[in-house]
C-alpha cells in the first residue's frame, strides 16, 4: 500500500536564552494509506511536537516529512496551509472551535476555504452523523464538552480528508463521553477510509489503533504493530 | 509541491472572507460598538467643523459685494488730492461718494449721547446688497428729505422712534428710520460705534471736519464689465500708496474677512483633530486587546487551511468595515450639527450665513473613518498574518521580529498621515511638525513610564504585602497584564483633553478684562491740545479722576535704514512686511515704560537732549515686521516734517491687557508741538454718572468721542461667552470621545482578567477579595495614566503658550481637580463593573458566556 506519511531523520530543538533544548530526536517511520496509528509517551516526550511538524503546522530542524506525496520542509506557510485545507483533518484535546461561530459555521469552514457550493448540506448532514441535528445554530459555549467534541470531529471529517491528525482527543472528556467519541471517530473515519494518527497517553485507545509508535524524551522507543490485526 | 495542491483561488473566495468577517463581528458586536462609538464622534466633530468652515468660505466669496456694497472703492484720510482725483475721472468717476468719522450723537428729547459712526452718503450706495430700514421707504428717502438713518440697535437701546431728532455736531435733523442691515455694518465695531445715515450735502452742517479729525473719504464704483482686480491693483497701488490713499476690491474685502475667522476655525480644526485623534487611540487600543484574543481562532483557522492573508483580510475587512460604517455615520451627525452653527454664530459674522451641504466632508468623513480604522488597528492585525498555525498546539508568548519590524513600519506611515492631515487642517508646516512630534513625545514619554514602572515593581516588589495588594500589584506587569496598553489609552486622552482644556483658558484668558481700580472705564478720544485743560476740569468737576493723559501724534514711516519706502515698495524682493509701508502710526511721547511693556533690548530713553539724531523706541513686532533692530535709522512723516529716528530700544508688549499701548514710542522734548490729540480717562462709579459726564462733555466738545468701556465691556463679555460656548461645545465633544475611548479601552480589557478572576474564584476566593484586587489595579492605572497625561498637557500647554498663542499660561486647577480624579474615578468604575459577571454567577457560567 502507498504511504501517506513518511517522517525521515526528524529532528527539533528549541532554544530559551542560551540554553537548547532537544525535543525530537532522529524519528523515523512512516504510515500507510488508510491505515490507524498511535503516537504514545509520557509528558514531554515529544508527542505534540511530532503530531505538529507531520500535519505541517512547524519547521524540523532537521529531516524531512513527506505528507500525501508532498515534501512539506520546501513549503512556505501558504502552501502548507492549502495542503492542510485539501488533505489533512484535526481534532484537539481542547476542541478549537472558533468562538464566534455557531456549531454549523464552525463545520463548514474547511469547506467554504475551498470554495464548495453546498457546503451548508454537508455541515448538516455531517453533525446529523454525529448525532447533533437538533444544535447547529447553537454556539459552542451553549454546548457541552462531549457536544463540541462531536463538532469537531464533524468538522475534521468535512473536506473528506486522506490523514486526520487527533492530538489527545478524549483528553477533556470525561470516561463515558470520551469512550462516545472514540467510537464515532473510528465509526467515521472507518466509513471514509481516511488514515487516522492519534497522540494519546490513553492507551486502552492506543491499542485500538493498529500501529503504536512509543517516544521519550524525544526519541522514538519502538514502531510496533498492536494485537488488534 | 504536488500538482493538486498548487493554489488557484476558489469561486466566492473574496465572499467569504466578507462572511466570515460578518460571522465574527456578530458575535463581538458589543466590544465593536463602542469601538465605532469613538469613530462617530471623531468623525461627526471633524466633518460638522469642516463644512462649517467651507460654508463660511463659501459665504464670503457669494456674499462679498454686498459686504462693500460696490465693486470696488478708493479710501483716504483726506479729500482726494489732485492726483487721486486723476485717477477717479480715468475710472469714470465714483458712482457714490461717502464722508464718515466717528462722533458722539445726542438725542434731544431723551439727553442721551453715544458714539456713533457718521456716514455721509452720496448716490445710489449701496449697489450691492440692500441698505433695510423700517419703515422699508426710509432708505429712498433720506438723502432727498434730509433725515438721518439710525442703527436699529441703537434705536432701542435709547427708545427712539421715527420722528425723534438725532444731533450730530451742529446739525440736528430727523430721524427717518432705523437700519436693520447694511453693508458693513455688523460685528463689534458696529456695536461700539453703530451707524448713522445722513446725506453727504449735510456734512458741512455738522462742523465736525475740522482738523485733527479723524475723517474718511471713500469714492464707491460700480464695474460693468468686472475688470481684473490684480492688474487694477497693480497699475493703482503705487501711485494710490504714495497720496496716503487706497484702493480696496470686493474680493480682497471678502478674504480679508474671512481671513479674520480663520484663527476661530483654525482652533476648532485643531479641536476635531483632537476628537478625531481620541477616536484613534480607541480604535488602537480596543483593536489591540480585540485582537490578541481573535489570535487562537486565527491560528484554528490556519490549521483549516487558510492563508496569512486570508486570516488577515477577515479581521481588517471587519476593522475598516467597522471604520467606514462609523465614518457614514459620524458624517451624517456632522452634517446634522453644522446647521445649529449658523444658530450659535450669527451674531459675530457679518453676513448672512446660508448652510449648504458640500461633498467634501462627505467623502472624507466615510474615507476617514475608514483610514484611521484600518491604520491604527493595523500593528495589532498583523498579528493575524504572523501567528503561527502551532498556537493551536501550544502557546507561544512574545513578539516575532517580523511583527516588530512590520510594526515600525506602520508607524512611520501613522506618522506621515498624521503630519498630512495636521498640515491639511493648520495649513502650516511648523504647527503640523510640532503637532506630529509632541504626539510621539508623548507616546515615547508614556510608553517609557510604563516600562519603568512595571520594572520598578518586580524589583521592589513590597512581599510582605498582604495577598489582595499583592495580587493587583501582580496584574500590573505579569504575563497577559494590560500596563502599557491601559497607560497608553488613558495617558493620551487625559493628555488630549487637558491640553484642550488648557488652550481655552489661554485663549480666553487672553481676552479678559482686568478690573482694578486704576482701570479707566471711560475714554475721551480726540481732544485737541486747547481743550485739555477744560475737558480735565469738566472731569474733575464732577468728583472723578484723570487716570491717563496720552498725547497721540500721527505719522507715517517715509524711510527705512535710508531707504525710501516708494524704492522698498516696488522693491519685490523686500520682505519687509507691507502693513509697515502704508500705515499711519499713532504715536506717544513719555518718559518712563508703563505695566505692559517691558524692555527687551537696547536702553531706554527718557528725554531728548538737543543735537543729534532722535533715539526712539518700538514694540518688537514692528523690529521683526520692519526689519530693524537697535542702531537702525527711520524717518517718519509728521505730518509734512520728516524726522529722523535712530531705534534705542525694544519692548516687549502685552497687547492682550485692557491699556492704551504703542507700537512706536518717542522721549519727551521732541514732539511736545507737533500737531496733536489727546486721549483723556477716567473711571466713572455708574451709569448714571457716565451718562451726565457724557452729556456735559458733548456739549462743550462736539468733536470729542467717548467711550464707554463698561457697556464695550458687556458686549465683549456677551461675545466671549459665546464663544466660549462654542469652544466649550467642541472641546465637549472631545471629551466624550475621550470618554467613550476609554471605556472602550477598559471595557475590553475585561476579557484579559476574567479567566484570572474566575479561576480565584472556582480557588474559594471572596467577593470582596476579588473586588479589591481589580479595584486596586485600575486604582493603579488611573492614577498613574492620568497624572502622567495632565503633567504631559502642562508642558505641552506651556509650549503652546509661548509658541502659537504668545500669551502667558497659568494653569486653572480645573483639570487637577476634576480631570485625574473624574478619570480615576471612571477607570475604576468600568474596571469593577467588569469582574461584576464574576461575582455575581457562578465561575462555569461566566466561562461559557465570556467564551462566546
Known amino acids: 500500500m502507498a504511504k501517506i506519511l513518511n517522517v525521515s531523520n526528524l529532528g527539533k530543538t528549541y532554544t530559551s536564552g542560551s540554553k537548547t533544548l532537544t525535543v525530537l530526536e532522529d524519528i523515523t517511520f512512516d504510515v500507510e494509506e488508510g491505515a490507524t496509528f498511535a503516537i504514545v509517551g509520557p509528558s514531554g516526550s515529544g508527542k505534540t511536537t511530532l503530531l505538529g511538524l507531520c500535519a505541517g503546522l512547524d519547521r524540523p530542524d532537521s529531516g524531512t516529512v513527506t505528507l500525501c506525496g508532498t515534501e512539506i520542509n520546501a513549503l512556505n506557510e501558504d502552501e502548507r496551509a492549502l495542503l492542510r485545507n485539501r488533505n489533512v483533518g484535526f481534532i484537539f484535546q481542547n476542541f478549537q472551535l472558533l468562538p464566534t461561530l455557531t456549531a454549523l459555521e464552525n463545520v463548514i469552514v474547511p469547506l467554504e476555504l475551498q470554495g464548495v457550493k453546498n457546503a451548508g448540506v454537508i455541515g448538516r448532514e455531517l453533525l446529523h452523523k454525529v448525532g447533533l441535528a437538533d444544535r447547529l445554530q447553537h454556539y459552542p459555549s451553549q454546548l457541552s464538552g462531549g457536544e463540541q467534541q462531536r463538532v469537531a470531529l464533524a468538522r475534521a471529517f468535512s473536506n473528506k480528508p486522506s490523514i486526520l491528525f487527533a492530538d489527545e482527543p478524549t483528553g477533556n472528556l470525561d470516561e463515558e463521553t470520551g469512550d462516545k467519541v472514540v467510537q464515532l471517530l473510528f465509526e467515521l473515519n472507518k466509513d471514509a477510509g481516511t488514515t487516522l494518527i492519534i497522540v494519546t497517553h490513553d492507551t486502552d485507545l492506543a491499542q485500538r489503533t493498529e500501529r503504536i509508535l512509543k517516544l521519550k524524551g524525544g526519541k522514538m522507543i519502538t514502531n510496533q504493530q498492536t494485537q488488534i490485526l | 509541491m504536488s500538482g493538486n495542491n498548487q493554489h488557484n483561488k476558489p469561486k466566492g473566495a473574496t465572499a467569504w472572507l466578507f462572511k466570515m468577517a460578518w460571522r465574527d463581528g456578530r458575535a463581538s458586536l458589543n466590544r465593536l460598538l463602542l469601538f465605532m462609538a469613538s469613530i462617530i464622534l471623531g468623525i461627526a466633530a471633524l466633518v460638522s467643523i469642516q463644512s462649517f468652515g467651507n460654508n463660511l468660505k463659501k459665504n464670503f466669496k ?291 450665513l446660508t448652510v449648504s451641504l458640500s461633498w467634501q466632508p462627505l467623502v472624507i468623513g466615510p474615507l476617514l473613518g475608514f483610514v484611521m480604522s484600518v491604520l491604527f488597528a493595523l500593528t495589532p492585525l498583523l498579528g493575524t498574518y504572523y501567528v503561527s498555525p502551532l498556537q493551536v498546539l501550544r502557546i507561544q508568548e512574545g513578539t516575532s521580529s517580523k511583527v516588530r519590524r512590520a510594526g515600525l513600519y506602520v508607524m512611520a506611515v501613522i506618522l506621515l498621515l498624521l503630519f498630512a492631515f495636521s498640515f491639511w487642517l493648520l495649513n502650516n508646516v511648523r504647527f503640523a ?86 482701570t479707566p472705564n471711560l475714554i475721551l478720544l480726540d481732544v485737541q491740545t486747547n481743550q485739555i485743560s477744560d475737558a480735565a476740569n469738566s472731569i474733575r468737576d464732577n468728583d472723578l479722576p484723570v487716570i491717563d493723559n496720552i498725547p497721540i501724534v500721527t505719522m507715517r514711516v ?95 508688549v502685552d497687547w492682550g491687557r485692557m491699556q ?159 480631570l485625574v480624579p473624574g478619570i480615576t474615578l471612571l477607570v475604576l468604575l468600568i474596571g469593577m463593573a467588569n469582574s461584576r459577571s464574576v461575582l455575581n454567577s457562578p465561575p462555569l457560567q461566566v466561562l461559557r458566556k465570556e467564551g462566546q
Open chain 2, 62 to 352: 457669494e456674499q462679498s459685494k454686498s459686504l462693500m456694497g460696490s465693486d470696488f472703492l478708493i479710501v483716504a484720510n483726506q479729500p482726494p488730492t489732485e492726483r487721486v482725483q486723476h485717477i477717479i475721472d480715468s475710472l469714470g468717476g465714483s458712482d457714490a461718494e461717502e464722508i464718515n468719522f466717528p462722533s458722539m450723537a445726542s438725542f434731544s428729547n431723551k439727553g442721551a449721547t453715544k458714539l456713533v459712526l457718521v456716514r455721509g452718503i452720496k448716490g445710489g450706495f449701496p449697489f450691492y446688497g440692500e441698505l433695510e430700514t423700517k419703515p422699508v421707504t426710509a432708505a429712498a428717502e433720506y438723502q432727498d428729505m434730509g433725515g438721518a438713518l439710525v442703527d436699529a440697535t441703537l434705536m432701542l437701546q435709547f427708545g427712539l422712534q421715527a420722528g425723534d431728532s438725532i444731533k450730530v455736531g451742529q446739525l440736528a435733523l430727523p430721524i427717518l428710520g432705523a437700519v436693520t442691515s447694511g453693508p458693513g455694518s455688523t460685528g463689534i465695531s458696529a456695536s461700539v460705534a453703530p451707524p448713522v445715515f445722513i446725506p453727504y450735502r449735510l456734512i458741512d452742517s455738522t462742523g465736525l471736519v475740522q482738523i485733527g479729525s479723524r475723517v474718511e473719504y471713500k469714492n464707491y464704483f460700480v464695474a460693468n464689465p468686472e475688470p481684473n482686480y490684480v492688474q487694477l491693483a497693480k497699475n493703482l497701488d503705487a501711485v494710490l500708496d504714495a497720496e496716503h490713499a487706497d484702493l480696496d476690491t470686493h474680493e480682497s474685502t471678502g478674504r480679508q474677512l474671512g481671513r479674520r475667522y480663520d484663527n476661530f476655525g483654525k482652533f476648532l480644526n485643531l479641536v476635531a483633530f483632537i476628537a478625531l485623534l481620541l477616536g484613534c487611540v480607541g480604535i488602537a487600543s480596543s483593536v489591540h486587546i480585540y485582537i490578541k484574543e481573535k489570535l487562537a481562532s486565527v491560528a484554528v483557522l490556519k490549521c483549516l487551511g487558510a492563508s496569512r492573508k486570508q486570516s488577515f483580510l477577515i479581521f481588517l475587512i471587519q476593522i475598516g468595515g467597522m471604520g467606514l460604517v462609523g465614518g457614514i455615520i459620524g458624517s451624517a451627525i456632522g452634517l446634522l450639527l453644522q446647521q445649529a452653527f449658523p444658530v450659535l454664530l450669527q451674531e459675530f459674522l457679518p453676513i448672512e
Open chain 2, 433 to 518: 511638525l510640532g503637532f506630529v512630534v509632541g504626539i510621539l513625545v508623548v507616546f515615547s514619554v508614556l510608553t517609557g513610564i510604563a516600562v519603568l514602572f512595571m520594572r520598578a515593581i518586580k524589583r521592589f516588589f513590597p512581599a510582605q504585602w498582604g495577598f489582595v495588594a499583592r495580587q493587583s500589584l501582580l496584574n500590573l506587569y505579569r504575563p497577559n497584564n494590560q500596563t502599557l496598553v491601559l497607560l497608553l489609552a488613558i495617558g493620551v486622552g487625559t493628555f488630549l483633553i487637558s491640553t484642550l482644556y488648557f488652550s481655552k483658558d489661554i485663549l480666553l484668558a487672553k481676552t479678559a478684562m482686568e478690573g482694578s481700580a486704576r
Open chain 2, 558 to 652: 517715509e524711510r527705512i535704514k535710508g531707504r525710501d519706502v516708494n524704492d522698498i515698495r516696488q522693491d519685490t524682493t523686500s520682505t519687509i512686511n507691507r502693513w509697515i509701508l502704508n500705515h499711519e502710526f499713532r504715536v506717544t511721547y513719555r518718559d518712563s515704560l508703563i505695566a505692559t511693556e517691558t524692555l527687551a533690548s537696547g536702553v531706554w530713553n527718557p528725554k531728548f537732549e538737543a543735537g543729534g539724531t532722535v533715539p526712539i523706541s518700538i514694540s518688537d513686532n514692528i523690529a521683526r515686521d520692519a526689519q530693524v533692530t537697535e542702531g537702525d535709522t527711520l524717518v517718519f512723516n509728521v505730518q509734512g516734517v520728516l524726522m529722523k529716528t535712530i531705534v534705542s530700544s525694544i519692548r516687549a
Open chain 2, 660 to 818: 492704551m499701548n504703542f507700537s512706536v514710542i518717542f522721549p519727551t522734548g521732541v514732539l511736545e508741538n507737533a500737531p496733536q490729540f489727546h486721549v483723556l480717562s477716567t473711571k466713572v462709579p455708574d451709569d448714571k454718572t457716565s451718562a451726565r459726564l457724557q452729556r456735559e462733555l458733548v456739549q462743550k466738545f462736539p468733536t470729542v468721542s467717548i467711550i464707554d468701556i463698561r457697556q464695550l465691556l458687556r458686549l465683549v463679555e456677551g461675545i466671549l461667552d459665546k464663544i466660549s460656548w462654542v469652544i466649550n461645545f467642541m472641546a465637549f465633544f472631545s471629551i466624550l470621545t475621550g470618554i467613550i475611548v476609554l471605556i472602550g479601552s477598559v471595557r475590553n480589557s475585561k476579557y484579559q482578567r476574567i479567566k484570572e478572576s474566575v479561576l480565584l474564584r472556582t480557588l474559594g476566593a471572596k467577593s470582596n477579595q476579588i473586588l479589591r484586587i481589580t479595584a486596586f489595579e485600575y486604582l493603579y492605572l488611573g492614577l498613574l495614566g492620568s497624572g502622567m497625561g495632565l503633567v504631559l498637557s502642562l508642558i505641552g500647554s506651556q509650549l503652546l503658550a509661548i509658541f502659537v498663542f504668545k500669551a502667558v499660561f497659568v494653569p486653572s486647577w480645573g483639570p487637577f481637580l476634576i
